[in-house]
């Protein structure tokens, strides 16, 4: 660089310098703006973005179902002979009472019309449902520490309409899993299912913390 | 009392291999692939990069013909235990990706926590842990008759032996429902064990005694592989000769095992 | 006020603690790093309910219980049936294959008919109707222009209703050219037969043997039944009972012994005959068998081993030393409930009788057949039906010889033999060609001449599963389901002691376009109209299976094998008072009976001898080599796509091999690219190749990969009974 050049240089700054306090708030102002809107972005519109959602192929009305079975949650969610849960009823099951059209509904009528007569299995989207890399032991959780079913899955039994399923689109995990929240933040067990939802209690078995690694339980013992 | 605290006591499943009955036919290997959704590709021919969580190794005496003798052996991982549970290559894993379970003995491999990095590997004195060069691919259909009990995984990842352990968590569900909380010798065997035609292999918890293996490793003419390194293996062998034996743990020509 | 460039700056720092302040980065960081851990593409196997279907597995004859595992409709996994007597849960690596078989790539998914050249692999998918009319109208021309007996059928199917059928069928339509592909099972029925008298199926009670002597059958190599072998060799290991083996080459039954003999290739007969001579010169023969219920003996065949087999002569034909083969015999005869067996490797093909013969008259100088621990003979038939009424035509095409040369009725069959006439065209020629659950393009030996043979057929249909060499080289095919989607019987298992009788049963839904080949035999026949119609007036192949198995056929469907424990064979005084055991076989010239197989090839112009062996890591027959079985096999026998050739250091050392080396393997019947594999555990001047590989059909996982072993073999007619008795042929190797 040339000495005229350093020059013109420094006269080019001389009159920003002047407008500087002027400027000020000027700056504060899109100081602002940008994070304002960058929050927006990012409590607002990335959760929009980041899921997505789907309905249920039909709706259900929990309660109704509910008043009209024996045993509760587990007439239709039940435990198979060999250990493993059931999850979300097959057409066999709903077959029984749902072989014919029984009251007004709608969606009843569809589900009828389009699933049992056909003999096509409905494909419920599962809230719930974890990655395929975690082994989930209903038996051991509701059959052994006796947990209720509210304390992962909330109170689904009482509600009359299924909810649209959100999915994470980069993951393709449910909402569930992370919460409603985006923040992460939960105020009831039900209302996050990561990993370390699962370790709040499984820290508190001190007899079952075998891993060497961690101090903690087995990694296999939820994961496969 | 007694009963509700016999889940927690320490289990140690293991295996005793008989080698004398071990035809080399691989059918545990098999079993094993079939079981564990482990893939594979149209060369298999490099069997270093070849998945087999099981794999059959020949060994031979070295004595030119007609002295030749030969003797197949199974190798699952070994699920060492090393001191306090600190085998090769959990020692090594910067991702706690592969653990030892002190309540199973078992040494697990998460293949969503595993990034790759293959010290695991390079510790593994046994060659019992292979890396995902590539993606699995299932020819189109045949993806039709994979296990939903074990994840099929990803190119990156390192997989091995896990002694079948959705086996066991099957086991405990079954017996959960059932209102038990223990379960028998029978209930959980591994996918290979089951299978072995010649019922060579054996498998069961090393720390009870009512289970076989408990008394098969106590055979004189047991031994494990490479003992001398401390892995302090799960993985018992029973050989009749003396030079398998010996090739168990490379000892030198002249030197006589310990049993 | 002015917007400049610090207002730019100001709101890209403001944005920046934005999404600092928000979930973004956080969650973002999150979930990318479960994405590269859950790669979308990696599959995800459906989770459903759990269920266990039993059936028997078909892929060999070793006809074991299988269990299946199925979640919701899918089958995840085969198991061995723990209930099942033969195999009592155990189950070999091909058996274990099974779903790849099912789920694979090379199923022929629905009727095809050839639209290019025959064997370039161009095909046009076509109606069943329409498949089934083109076969019926092709038969109905052949028929009415009088030429029934121009109708073949090749077929490698077990001995069942099936096979049955398809006898009914060629009676019914007039062609006696129905050839089954014979194994060691055929063999030791015909010997058994000249020999005792009377047809049976020979059974082994090896789970009570005291001593077994294997001349040369690869019992722990997938002889008989695989996994029941397993089982027994387990058994004679834990009881202290010993297993000698002979053969040339340290296999898995070789190796699995308790003495290995290393034999000269073919000579394991002699090595039988020496030991008779030890037996009967030292009189250790079991007096009151012999005595009483056998004849020639002392008259014939005493004299032959006496004058012919002495030890030291055998030495010298054997390689092994008169001291060794006293001893076996001595050690043979002594033992309590010895069993000789024979049949080379797997027993795929039946090979010649000399050693059938020789075998079995060990058994019955220790005078253990029909006794515990011993060798049993088996009876097991499904009851017959009425005869066949067969019209003039049929009548008149039944009247021809049999191309393979065997009287009618034909209780065997020559392959060998009817591709040699067909390929020399001597005889009147073959207009059609039906196969069924086989693969003779690949699996007979001289696969030229077969080619040879094939080309002068204008008409052949597959009714293979599989897109396998004979099915990519025929004209239509009409795909059966496998035996995971379909219904049919096994009768018998072989070489085991007790008659049963399973049913194999669909496990899922056809997964193709299939049909069984019972069903469109059925509608064929029908199409044909008049006495084949007749004939095989079944609804479907299901009724036929009711005609023919009765009230089993329900029960069967529950507990899908029926097996007779308490079975006894019959006393001596039963089975030989009539009918002596005859030490020379009845019919056969005494001097031909015992006359060893020569091997093909100059030994000037080829020094080595050539040998194929089986292993449990490689399916030879009609079923290909499923990917795990591939997967599984030894980097000594396969690298990359070259076949490896096992050879003797020593051998090698002469011939200036290293290992790895590339070679040409030359035998008079053709010559291919090999690398070589020394091995100690192989006779010096042998060279050994498995059975299995160098498909030309199937899929990426195993077409072209090795050589296949019977494209230089040759064919060897074995002169007593004309079975395929090759064991070997003379090779050269070179340097490529």
Same mark, same amino acid.
């Given at each position: 660089?040339?000495?005229?050049e350093?020059m013109?240089?420094?006269?080019a700054?001389a009159?920003?310098?002047?407008?500087e306090?002027?400027s000020?708030g000027?700056?504060f102002l899109?100081?602002?703006i940008?994070?304002?809107a960058?929050l927006?972005?990012?409590w607002?519109?990335?959760?929009?973005?980041?899921y997505s959602?789907?309905?249920?192929?039909?709706?259900?009305?929990h309660?109704?179902h509910n008043?009209l079975?024996s045993?509760?949650c587990a007439s239709? *969610?039940f435990?198979? +002979?060999d250990?493993?849960f059931?999850g979300?009823p097959t057409?066999a &099951?709903?077959?029984?009472?749902h072989s014919?059209?029984?009251?007004?509904?709608?969606e009843?009528k569809?589900?009828v019309?389009?699933y049992?007569k056909k003999?096509?299995e409905?494909p419920w989207?599962i809230?719930?449902?974890?990655?395929?890399?975690?082994?989930f032991?209903?038996?051991a959780h509701v059959?052994?520490?006796?947990m209720e079913c509210?304390t992962?899955?909330g109170?689904m039994?009482?509600?009359?309409h299924?909810?649209?399923?959100q999915y994470?689109r980069?993951?393709g995990?449910?909402r569930?899993?992370?919460?409603?929240?985006?923040?992460?933040i939960? *105020?009831?067990?039900? +209302?996050?299912?990561?990993m370390?939802?699962?370790?709040?209690?499984? &820290?508190q078995?001190?007899?079952?913390?075998g891993?060497?690694q961690t101090q903690?339980?087995?990694c296999?013992?939820?994961?496969k | 009392?007694?009963?509700?605290?016999s889940?927690q006591?320490?289990?140690?499943f293991?295996m005793?291999i008989?080698?004398?009955?071990?035809?080399?036919?691989?059918?545990?290997?098999?079993a094993?692939?079939?079981?564990?959704?482990v893939?594979?590709k149209p060369?298999?021919?490099?069997?270093?990069?070849s998945?087999?969580w099981?794999?059959?190794?020949r060994?031979?005496?070295?004595?030119?013909?007609?002295?030749?003798?030969?003797?197949y052996?199974?190798?699952?991982?070994q699920h060492?235990?090393?001191?306090?549970?600190?085998s090769?290559c959990?020692s090594?894993c910067?991702?706690?990706?592969?653990d030892?379970?002190s309540l199973?003995g078992?040494?697990?491999?998460i293949?969503?926590?595993?990034?790759g990095?293959?010290y695991?590997m390079?510790?593994?004195?046994?060659?019992?842990r292979?890396?995902?060069?590539y993606?699995?691919?299932?020819?189109?259909?045949?993806?039709?008759?994979?296990?939903?009990?074990?994840?099929?995984?990803m190119?990156g990842?390192?997989e091995?032996?896990?002694f079948?352990?959705?086996?066991?968590?099957a086991?405990?569900?079954?017996a959960?429902?059932?209102?038990?909380r223990?379960?028998?010798?029978e209930?959980?065997?591994?996918?290979?064990?089951q299978?072995?035609?010649?019922?060579?292999?054996?498998?069961?918890?090393l720390n009870n005694?009512?289970?076989a293996?408990?008394?098969l490793k106590?055979?004189p003419?047991?031994f494990?592989?490479?003992?001398?390194l401390?892995t302090n293996t799960k993985?018992y062998?029973i050989?009749?000769?003396d030079w398998?034996?010996?090739?168990?743990?490379?000892y030198?020509?002249d030197?006589r095992p310990?049993? | 006020?002015k917007i400049d460039?610090?207002c730019?700056?100001s709101?890209?720092v403001?944005a920046?603690?934005?999404?600092?302040?928000?979930?973004?980065?956080w969650?973002?960081?999150d979930?990318?790093s479960?994405?590269s851990?859950?790669?979308?593409?990696?599959?995800?196997?459906?989770?459903?309910?759990?269920k266990?279907?039993?059936?028997?597995c078909?892929?060999?004859?070793g006809?074991c219980g299988?269990?299946v595992r199925?979640?919701?409709?899918?089958?995840?996994k085969?198991e061995?049936?723990k209930?099942?007597p033969?195999?009592?849960?155990g189950?070999c690596?091909l058996?274990?294959?099974g779903l790849?078989?099912?789920?694979?790539?090379t199923?022929?998914?629905g009727?095809l008919?050839?639209?290019?050249e025959?064997?370039k692999?161009?095909?046009?998918?076509?109606?069943?109707d329409?498949?089934?009319?083109?076969?019926?109208?092709?038969l109905?021309?052949i028929?009415?222009?009088?030429?029934p007996q121009?109708?073949a059928?090749?077929?490698?199917a077990?001995?069942?209703t099936?096979?049955?059928?398809?006898d009914?069928?060629?009676?019914?339509y007039?062609t006696?050219?129905?050839m089954r592909?014979p194994?060691?099972?055929?063999a030791?029925?015909?010997?058994v037969s000249l020999m005792?008298g009377?047809?049976?199926?020979?059974?082994f009670?090896?789970?009570h043997?005291?001593?077994v002597?294997?001349?040369?059958?690869?019992?722990l190599d997938?002889w008989?039944?695989?996994?029941?072998?397993f089982?027994?060799?387990?058994l004679?290991?834990?009881?202290?009972?010993k297993?000698v083996?002979?053969e040339?080459r340290?296999?898995?039954?070789a190796?699995k012994a308790?003495?290995?003999?290393s034999v000269?290739?073919?000579?394991?007969?002699a090595?039988?005959?020496?030991?008779?001579?030890?037996?009967l010169?030292?009189?250790?023969?079991?007096?009151?068998?012999?005595e009483?219920?056998t004849?020639k003996?002392?008259?014939?065949f005493r004299?032959i081993v006496?004058?012919d087999f002495?030890?030291e002569a055998?030495?010298?034909v054997t390689g092994?030393?008169?001291?060794?083969?006293?001893?076996?015999?001595?050690?043979?005869?002594?033992?309590?409930r010895?069993i000789?067996?024979?049949?080379?490797?797997q027993?795929?093909?039946?090979g010649?009788?000399?050693?059938?013969?020789a075998?079995h008259?060990?058994n019955?100088l220790?005078?253990n057949?029909?006794q515990?621990g011993?060798v049993?003979?088996?009876?097991?038939?499904?009851p017959?039906?009425?005869?066949?009424?067969p019209?003039s035509v049929?009548?008149?095409?039944?009247?021809y010889p049999?191309?393979?040369?065997?009287?009618t009725?034909a209780r065997i069959?020559?392959?060998?033999?009817?591709?040699?006439?067909?390929a020399?065209g001597?005889?009147y020629?073959?207009?059609?060609?039906?196969?069924?659950e086989?693969n003779?393009?690949y699996?007979l030996n001289?696969?030229a001449m077969?080619?040879q043979?094939?080309?002068k057929?204008?008409f052949?249909?597959s009714?293979?599963?599989f897109m396998?060499?004979?099915?990519a080289w025929?004209d239509?095919i009409l795909p059966?389901?496998?035996?995971l989607?379909?219904?049919?019987d096994?009768v018998?298992?072989s070489?085991?002691?007790?008659?049963?009788?399973?049913?194999?049963?669909?496990?899922v839904?056809?997964?193709?376009n299939?049909?069984?080949?019972g069903d469109?035999l059925?509608q064929i026949?029908k199409?044909l109209?008049?006495?084949?119609?007749?004939?095989?007036?079944?609804?479907d192949?299901?009724?036929c299976l009711e005609?023919?198995l009765?009230?089993?056929?329900?029960?069967?469907?529950?507990?899908?094998v029926?097996?007779?424990?308490?079975?006894?064979?019959?006393?001596w005084?039963?089975?030989f008072?009539?009918e002596r055991f005859?030490?020379?076989?009845?019919?056969?010239?005494a001097?031909?009976a015992?006359?060893?197989?020569?091997?093909?090839?100059?030994a000037g112009g080829?020094?080595?001898i050539?040998?194929a062996?089986d292993?449990?890591?490689?399916?030879?027959?009609?079923?290909g080599?499923p990917?795990?079985l591939t997967k599984?096999l030894e980097?000594?026998?396969l690298?990359?796509?070259?076949g490896?050739?096992?050879i003797?250091?020593?051998?090698a050392?002469s011939?200036?091999f290293d290992e790895?080396?590339?070679?040409q393997?030359?035998t008079?019947?053709?010559?291919?690219?090999?690398?070589?594999?020394l091995?100690d555990?192989?006779?010096?001047g042998?060279?050994?190749m498995p059975r299995?590989l160098g498909h030309?059909?199937?899929?990426a996982?195993l077409?072209?990969?090795?050589i296949n072993?019977?494209?230089l073999m040759?064919s060897?007619?074995?002169p007593v009974s004309?079975?395929e008795?090759?064991?070997?042929?003379?090779?050269?190797l070179s340097?490529?």
């Amino acid at each position: 660089m040339s000495e005229h050049e350093h020059m013109d240089a420094a006269v080019a700054d001389a009159p920003h310098e002047a407008e500087e306090h002027g400027s000020g708030g000027m700056v504060f102002l899109f100081f602002l703006i940008g994070l304002a809107a960058s929050l927006i972005v990012g409590w607002v519109i990335f959760p929009k973005l980041l899921y997505s959602q789907k309905n249920q192929p039909i709706d259900f009305n929990h309660v109704l179902h509910n008043g009209l079975v024996s045993d509760g949650c587990a007439s239709c *969610h039940f435990f198979r +002979e060999d250990g493993t849960f059931s999850g979300s009823p097959t057409l066999a &099951q709903c077959i029984d009472c749902h072989s014919d059209v029984q009251g007004e509904s709608e969606e009843e009528k569809r589900f009828v019309e389009e699933y049992v007569k056909k003999g096509i299995e409905v494909p419920w989207l599962i809230y719930a449902r974890q990655p395929n890399c975690v082994f989930f032991s209903h038996a051991a959780h509701v059959k052994i520490a006796k947990m209720e079913c509210v304390t992962c899955h909330g109170d689904m039994g009482e509600t009359e309409h299924l909810r649209p399923y959100q999915y994470n689109r980069i993951t393709g995990y449910s909402r569930d899993i992370w919460g409603h929240n985006i923040a992460g933040i939960k *105020h009831h067990t039900w +209302e996050r299912m990561k990993m370390d939802d699962c370790a709040e209690c499984h &820290q508190q078995k001190k007899d079952m913390l075998g891993s060497v690694q961690t101090q903690k339980e087995g990694c296999f013992v939820c994961h496969k | 009392m007694k009963n509700e605290h016999s889940h927690q006591t320490t289990k140690k499943f293991g295996m005793v291999i008989n080698l004398d009955l071990c035809t080399g036919c691989g059918s545990c290997m098999v079993a094993c692939m079939a079981e564990n959704n482990v893939p594979f590709k149209p060369d298999e021919t490099d069997k270093l990069k070849s998945i087999t969580w099981m794999r059959v190794y020949r060994l031979t005496n070295g004595k030119p013909f007609p002295e030749t003798d030969v003797c197949y052996l199974p190798r699952p991982c070994q699920h060492c235990e090393g001191h306090d549970g600190h085998s090769p290559c959990v020692s090594v894993c910067p991702a706690t990706a592969t653990d030892y379970d002190s309540l199973t003995g078992i040494v697990s491999q998460i293949y969503t926590r595993c990034f790759g990095c293959r010290y695991c590997m390079a510790a593994c004195p046994y060659h019992a842990r292979y890396f995902n060069w590539y993606d699995p691919v299932w020819p189109d259909g045949m993806e039709k008759y994979l296990n939903p009990n074990v994840s099929p995984r990803m190119r990156g990842v390192v997989e091995k032996c896990s002694f079948c352990y959705h086996r066991y968590q099957a086991a405990k569900d079954r017996a959960y429902v059932e209102g038990q909380r223990d379960i028998a010798e029978e209930d959980y065997q591994t996918a290979c064990t089951q299978a072995c035609p010649a019922g060579a292999i054996t498998f069961g918890d090393l720390n009870n005694p009512d289970h076989a293996v408990y008394k098969l490793k106590q055979d004189p003419r047991a031994f494990r592989l490479l003992e001398r390194l401390g892995t302090n293996t799960k993985v018992y062998y029973i050989s009749s000769k003396d030079w398998v034996r010996k090739a168990g743990d490379n000892y030198l020509p002249d030197e006589r095992p310990k049993k | 006020m002015k917007i400049d460039r610090r207002c730019f700056l100001s709101l890209a720092v403001g944005a920046g603690a934005g999404i600092a302040l928000s979930p973004l980065p956080w969650k973002l960081t999150d979930d990318l790093s479960i994405w590269s851990q859950n790669w979308p593409w990696t599959p995800v196997p459906k989770r459903g309910e759990a269920k266990t279907v039993n059936s028997v597995c078909t892929l060999c004859p070793g006809g074991c219980g299988i269990s299946v595992r199925k979640i919701d409709e899918r089958a995840v996994k085969i198991e061995g049936m723990k209930t099942h007597p033969v195999n009592q849960g155990g189950i070999c690596a091909l058996g274990l294959s099974g779903l790849q078989l099912l789920y694979g790539p090379t199923r022929v998914k629905g009727p095809l008919k050839r639209v290019g050249e025959r064997g370039k692999g161009q095909w046009m998918p076509i109606s069943w109707d329409e498949a089934i009319r083109e076969v019926t109208d092709k038969l109905t021309g052949i028929r009415k222009a009088g030429r029934p007996q121009s109708v073949a059928w090749i077929s490698g199917a077990a001995s069942n209703t099936l096979n049955q059928m398809l006898d009914r069928f060629s009676q019914a339509y007039g062609t006696p050219n129905g050839m089954r592909l014979p194994t060691l099972e055929d063999a030791y029925g015909l010997s058994v037969s000249l020999m005792n008298g009377g047809n049976a199926r020979i059974g082994f009670d090896f789970e009570h043997a005291g001593y077994v002597l294997s001349l040369g059958a690869g019992l722990l190599d997938g002889w008989g039944s695989p996994v029941r072998m397993f089982k027994a060799n387990t058994l004679w290991k834990t009881a202290g009972v010993k297993l000698v083996h002979v053969e040339p080459r340290l296999s898995r039954t070789a190796a699995k012994a308790d003495t290995w003999i290393s034999v000269n290739p073919g000579t394991e007969a002699a090595l039988a005959l020496a030991m008779a001579h030890v037996i009967l010169k030292e009189s250790l023969y079991k007096a009151d068998f012999v005595e009483s219920y056998t004849e020639k003996l002392m008259d014939g065949f005493r004299n032959i081993v006496l004058a012919d087999f002495a030890p030291e002569a055998v030495a010298k034909v054997t390689g092994v030393d008169a001291a060794t083969i006293t001893m076996l015999a001595r050690e043979f005869a002594k033992a309590k409930r010895p069993i000789a067996v024979c049949g080379r490797g797997q027993g795929t093909l039946p090979g010649s009788l000399d050693l059938f013969f020789a075998t079995h008259a060990l058994n019955a100088l220790v005078g253990n057949i029909n006794q515990p621990g011993g060798v049993w003979l088996v009876r097991e038939e499904l009851p017959s039906w009425p005869d066949v009424q067969p019209d003039s035509v049929a009548k008149a095409g039944l009247g021809y010889p049999r191309l393979d040369g065997i009287q009618t009725p034909a209780r065997i069959s020559l392959p060998n033999r009817f591709i040699q006439a067909v390929a020399s065209g001597k005889d009147y020629p073959v207009e059609a060609l039906l196969v069924i659950e086989s693969n003779p393009l690949y699996t007979l030996n001289d696969t030229a001449m077969v080619r040879q043979a094939f080309s002068k057929i204008p008409f052949i249909v597959s009714f293979s599963s599989f897109m396998d060499d004979t099915a990519a080289w025929s004209d239509l095919i009409l795909p059966n389901p496998v035996y995971l989607e379909r219904t049919d019987d096994v009768v018998g298992v072989s070489g085991f002691p007790y008659p049963t009788i399973a049913l194999s049963q669909p496990i899922v839904k056809p997964q193709c376009n299939t049909r069984p080949v019972g069903d469109v035999l059925l509608q064929i026949a029908k199409g044909l109209g008049d006495s084949v119609a007749a004939a095989l007036a079944w609804k479907d192949f299901n009724a036929c299976l009711e005609a023919s198995l009765g009230e089993r056929f329900k029960s069967l469907r529950k507990s899908v094998v029926w097996v007779d424990k308490a079975y006894k064979p019959a006393a001596w005084d039963e089975v030989f008072a009539a009918e002596r055991f005859s030490f020379l076989p009845n019919g056969i010239a005494a001097d031909a009976a015992f006359k060893p197989v020569g091997i093909p090839g100059d030994a000037g112009g080829f020094p080595l001898i050539l040998m194929a062996y089986d292993t449990m890591r490689l399916s030879n027959g009609y079923i290909g080599n499923p990917p795990f079985l591939t997967k599984i096999l030894e980097d000594t026998v396969l690298k990359q796509t070259d076949g490896l050739i096992e050879i003797n250091p020593k051998t090698a050392k002469s011939l200036g091999f290293d290992e790895g080396d590339r070679a040409q393997i030359e035998t008079p019947k053709g010559k291919a690219f090999v690398k070589v594999h020394l091995d100690d555990g192989i006779l010096p001047g042998v060279a050994a190749m498995p059975r299995g590989l160098g498909h030309e059909a199937y899929d990426a996982y195993l077409a072209g990969k090795g050589i296949n072993v019977n494209n230089l073999m040759a064919s060897v007619n074995d002169p007593v009974s004309g079975f395929e008795a090759a064991w070997g042929i003379r090779a050269k190797l070179s340097k490529a």
